[in-house]
């Protein structure tokens, strides 16, 4: 039997990641084996389109990895993973990289790209004990701030959940404190 036609019959007709029915085709997921069934998926045209292309990158599209991710195939697991850490600046794809669970082999694999790993001109936000800060995780003051433009004092030990990242400054973070969203020092935090 064909790869294609084994593909077909696997992922019945449909893409391996966002079950479109048109436009398929076979994606050898980039590895150091052999190729094969067990190294491809079935995808469709907009899914190869954005893996091959970062820059036409549709963030929304690939909502449909929160169901593909589960799927028991490996190639399909490594390719999810590749695109949720591509897009894990948004938030929603780091919730969904962290219920993710792969064989250490497994990581291995979808780690071989670099997807995933910071790269050297990448702002990394820091706590004050230099752990690192991501979109969407709690931190709690370490230190009375008094909030620039107006008379509230954020208190010390103030949790402040789900923060967002300042992408030109390692040094900003912004979170709600108190109901009023403010930016926040990162040597005045303390990652939860």
């Known amino acids: 039997m064909s790869l294609e036609r084994d593909l077909y019959k696997r992922s019945d007709s449909k ?12 994606y050898e997921v980039a590895s150091q084996k ?12 907009t899914c190869r389109e954005q893996i091959e292309n970062p ?11 929160n169901d593909s991710m589960w799927s028991e195939q490996t190639p399909v697991q490594v390719v999810a993973w590749r695109m949720l850490s591509r897009l894990r600046g948004l938030g929603w794809p780091q919730d969904l990289l962290d219920m993710m669970y792969l064989e250490e082999e497994v990581l291995e694999w979808a780690k071989a790209t670099g997807e995933g790993a910071p790269s050297e001109d990448q702002i990394i936000h820091r706590d004050s004990n230099g752990v690192i800060i991501e979109v969407g995780d709690s931190v709690v003051l ?45 040597k005045y935090v303390k990652k939860l």
Request: aromatic fraction near 2%.
């Open 15 to 26: 893409c391996e990641l966002c079950s479109n029915s048109e436009n398929l085709s076979v």
């Open 34 to 45: 052999n190729g094969g069934l067990d190294e491809s998926i079935l995808v469709c045209g």
């Open 55 to 65: 820059d036409a990158m549709d963030a929304n599209h690939w909502r449909c990895l």
């Open 142 to 186: 370490i230190k009375d701030l008094p909030v620039k433009g107006s008379s509230m004092v954020a208190k010390r030990g103030t949790a402040v959940r789900r923060v967002s990242l300042d992408h030109e400054n390692a040094e900003y973070i912004e979170g709600k404190v108190d109901g009023q969203q403010i930016v926040i020092l990162t």
